[in-house]
């Protein structure tokens, strides 16, 4: 269906890769629109963000997971992976979200494009400058936001488990073997230890920092609309660059809001399956905050390098 003149496609961005979706004012304007497109662009989503995310995400979860004093920063954690396993490590853990992030982004940009829909015609709808024309709110995209991260975060949680413990595997010596052989090998330890929920421990902080899209989605639509108002000015922009620039900004908001949650989160994932360390998600946030702490420093020092730990790449 053609779209009116003058309105612009909106896309929205996963942390680390921008996607096409279409705009949910829009969606709700054309009413034989179909409800699928956003499940479709969430697999192109999913897809994109392993082949070009995947390597990102193995060095920043072994900086939050591994012991203090392991690597000292993002480029020794790099330079050291590749010498000592070669670059494929940077894909370990990889096979299952091969799989499972098609359809986890499927779900989470459907679910995402459909609550759009809904909230549109159930009062988080605004008016425009055109009288006979309505829009979701800011408001509206991130309680969008907030409810396809809490769908998606269910489904995407025992995925996620799999691929973090396989990640954090560092190279042994020879005469010491992998805790893990592979991704199936991770369920079957998982299960006969702690059983089925095993797989969907830490699921409380996983919830927690999926909320975290509301900002995301939010953020998104705050950033689009502010370039919008460029129009007709000399800082005017084509809308790809807009919806690409408002992309990586928001991508920005999100990581900024759920970065020291996700550090709770990897942790949960990867403790030790048969002694783990933490009980639960306050107990684990409780340790990574007393990590720092100095008796012989004041309290502003203190609260600051505190903080410091919920962000820091060991």
């Excluded at 370990?92 to 829909?117: C, E, F, Q």
Aim: with cysteine.
């Amino acid at each position: 269906m053609a779209l009116d003149k003058g309105k612009r496609p909106e896309e929205v961005s996963d942390p680390d890769i921008v996607d096409d979706i279409q705009d949910t004012e829009k969606v709700g304007q054309a009413n034989g629109h179909s409800p699928f497109i956003g499940f479709a662009a969430g697999i192109c989503s999913g897809w994109t963000k392993l082949v070009v995310g995947h390597p990102f995400d193995t060095i920043k979860t072994r900086l939050q997971c591994t012991p203090t004093g392991t690597f000292n920063g993002a480029w020794d954690c790099f330079t050291k992976t590749i010498s000592k396993e070669g670059p494929r490590a940077l894909y370990k853990g990889a096979s299952v979200p091969a799989v499972s992030w098609g359809i986890t982004d499927s779900i989470l940009m459907g679910s995402l494009h459909n609550y759009r829909a809904v909230l549109l015609r159930h009062g988080f709808a605004e008016r425009t400058l055109k009288r006979d024309s309505e829009r979701l709110s800011i408001l509206g995209h991130s309680v969008a936001g907030l409810f396809a991260g809490w769908t998606n975060a269910a489904i995407a949680h025992p995925t996620e488990v799999i691929k973090c413990k396989l990640q954090l595997q560092l190279v042994q010596p020879e005469h010491i073997p992998k805790q893990f052989s592979g991704p199936f090998d991770v369920v079957r330890q998982t299960v006969a230890e702690q059983g089925i929920t095993g797989m969907w421990r830490g699921l409380g902080a996983s919830f927690i920092y999926r909320s975290c899209f509301a900002a995301m989605f939010g953020g998104f639509e705050i950033f689009n609309r502010l370039f919008k108002s460029f129009d007709g000015t000399r800082w005017e922009m084509s809308t790809e660059l807009a919806n690409f620039l408002a992309g990586g900004m928001a991508s920005n908001m999100y990581w900024f809001t759920a970065l020291p949650l996700d550090n709770i989160k990897n942790r949960i994932m990867v403790d030790s399956i048969k002694t783990p360390r933490y009980k639960g998600v306050f107990d684990a946030y409780g340790q990574v905050w007393r990590e720092t702490y100095n008796p012989n420093k004041g309290f502003g020092w203190n609260a600051i390098a505190r903080t410091k730990n919920f962000y820091k790449a060991r």
